[in-house]
Structures are given as structure tokens and as C-alpha cells.
């Protein structure tokens, strides 16, 4: 399996801190040159179809985007199964080596696997569990924001890749983990719990050291846009929809912080 890193060439410490985080766990990685959004055209972002319920990406969204779509091509033109994508601001435990040496672990019905935690309540199958090694992994029913690690089949890589030419329907971590997108419904999202790996910005949030990654995210506000438009009639009703849908997530499902260890 290959350890994929994605890594602007401007930004030289963030790679220097990558290889002292694979190489204190004696893991290889392949460095993969992100797409840089101080470099796209204004030619290449018209040409990007966009999907209509989602605003449209910052610049830096599609250079995140557009570099994690490299990895999906280089995982498909290798000979992997499987490969781990990471971010370069990406913290791995002590234990993350004994997920990334090889794939032989993960099941063959896997196509998404989070590795990563973003320390934000998720939803969860409440009654749904694999034990894997010294953890489990959980069906995701909810969004669980970030794209900083997981883990992604080749059969899963090859239909991303035919869907998303010049095409863009919301930035990489919704794309892959939010179930507003067709990935969540056409795939089961598992994540391995506890986590074997976060963002700086979720473990060191107060003392960073190499800064933000995104931080002009397009779909801050995009819920209270949402819930501004509506009118008296639609807002009962979505009152009464949430009661249902509470009751519901009461009984089927288990909302949950991952930690990672």
C-alpha cells in the first residue's frame, strides 16, 4: 500500500515535518506536489462545472481538490490495492504503523476508510462494529469533516476519477465524507476508531507551527444561508422534521468524538 503525502513546493517545512513524523514511525511515504491556488488560471476554474447546491470553491478548495485527484491517479496507475492519502500537516500516533506498512488489514469490501479524527461529534451505526486488531471500524452516518489521512481502494479511486472530470461538486472533504454528497450515498464510509491520525490544527490548535491549511472555506455560512431563506410555513416544518429525525437518530444511531491513539 502506498503512504501518499500531498505537499505544495513552497512550503518545504511541512514536508521536512512529514518526514520526521514517517521516519520516527520507520515508514516510507511518496511526496505528491499539490496543485498550488496561487497558480491556476482563470481559464482552468471556468472550465470546472459545478454542482448547484453547493457554493462555488475558493481557489484554494480547488488546488486541494485537484491534488488529492493526483493521488487517485497515481494509485491507479500503480499496482496497489490501496493507498493512504495524507495532508502535510498531518500528526500520526505511535500505533499508525501498524495500519500503514501494508493493506492486508483492511477488509475487501472497503472502498473509503478515515484514518483521521477531527474531534467534532459524528454519527455513527449505533449497532454496527468490526473489530480490527486493537480497534474498531464504525459506519459513518453522518459528516466527519477533514481529508488530512484516509484510506481509499483502487476500484473506488478509478470511479472518482471518471466522475470529477472537470468537474468539482463541493470541496474534498465533503466530497468524500458528507452525506450531501453521492460518494457517502453510493459507499459505505467506515472510520477506524480510535484514530491513528490528526490535523496540527485539531491536536496543536493553540501552538501551531506550520499554519493553517484551508482558510477560506466556502461553506462556512452555507447553513445559515440556508436557514435565513425560509419562510414561517417551512420552518415549522422542518421543526417538526427534526423531532422525527432526532427520535430516529436516538434509536439507530450513536453520536460520538473519535479520539485518536
Request: proline fraction near 3%; hydrophobic fraction near 45%; include cysteine.
Given at each position: 500500500?502506498?503512504?501518499?503525502v500531498i505537499n505544495?513546493d ?6 521536512k515535518h ?5 521516519g520516527r514511525l ?5 511526496r505528491?506536489a499539490?496543485?498550488?491556488a496561487?497558480?491556476?488560471s ?11 447546491d453547493?457554493p462555488?470553491?475558493t481557489n484554494?478548495?480547488f488546488a486541494c481538490?485537484?491534488s488529492h485527484?493526483?493521488?487517485?491517479e497515481i494509485?491507479?496507475?500503480s499496482t496497489?490495492?490501496y ?8 500528526i ?5 504503523a501498524d495500519?500503514?506498512e501494508?493493506?492486508d ?6 472502498n473509503?476508510?478515515?484514518l483521521?479524527t477531527?474531534k467534532t461529534?459524528?454519527?455513527?451505526k449505533?449497532?454496527?462494529r ?6 474498531h471500524l464504525?459506519?459513518m452516518v453522518?459528516f ?5 489521512g ?5 476500484r473506488l479511486?478509478?470511479?472518482l476519477l ?8 463541493a470541496p ?5 465524507f458528507?452525506?450531501g454528497?453521492?460518494?457517502f450515498a453510493?459507499?459505505?464510509?467506515f ?5 491513528v491520525c490528526?490535523q496540527?490544527?485539531?491536536l ?17 455560512n452555507l447553513?445559515?444561508k440556508?436557514?435565513?431563506?425560509l419562510s414561517?410555513?417551512?420552518k415549522m416544518?422542518?421543526?417538526?422534521k427534526r423531532g422525527?429525525y432526532k427520535?430516529?437518530?436516538l434509536?439507530?444511531d450513536k453520536?460520538m468524538?473519535v479520539d485518536?491513539?
Open positions: 500500500m502506498k503512504n501518499l505544495l513552497r512550503s518545504p517545512d511541512r514536508l512529514c518526514h520526521k513524523q514517517f520507520k515508514l516510507d511515504f511518496e505528491v499539490a496543485v498550488d496561487r497558480g491556476l482563470q481559464s482552468e476554474l471556468d472550465n470546472i462545472v459545478l454542482h448547484k453547493w462555488k470553491p484554494s478548495e481538490f485537484m485527484r493526483k493521488c487517485w494509485l491507479v496507475a496497489d490495492e493507498a493512504a492519502i495524507f495532508e502535510d500537516d498531518i500520526l500516533s505511535d500505533s499508525a495500519f500503514l501494508s493493506s488489514w483492511v477488509p475487501a469490501d472497503v473509503i476508510l478515515r483521521e477531527f461529534k459524528v454519527y455513527f449505533r449497532w454496527w468490526l473489530q480490527i486488531r486493537d480497534r464504525l459506519k453522518g466527519h469533516a477533514g481529508a488530512g484516509y484510506i481509499i481502494s483502487r479511486a478509478v470511479s471518471k466522475e470529477t472530470v472537470n468537474y468539482m461538486p474534498v472533504d465533503h466530497y468524500l458528507d452525506p454528497c453521492e460518494v453510493n459507499n459505505i464510509i472510520q477506524l476508531v480510535p484514530a490528526a496540527e490544527q485539531v496543536s490548535a493553540g501552538t501551531l507551527t506550520l499554519g493553517g491549511n484551508i482558510e477560506d472555506r466556502s461553506v462556512v447553513i445559515q440556508k436557514r435565513g431563506s414561517g410555513g417551512q416544518l422542518r421543526e417538526l422525527v427520535l430516529k437518530r434509536a439507530v453520536r468524538i485518536v491513539q
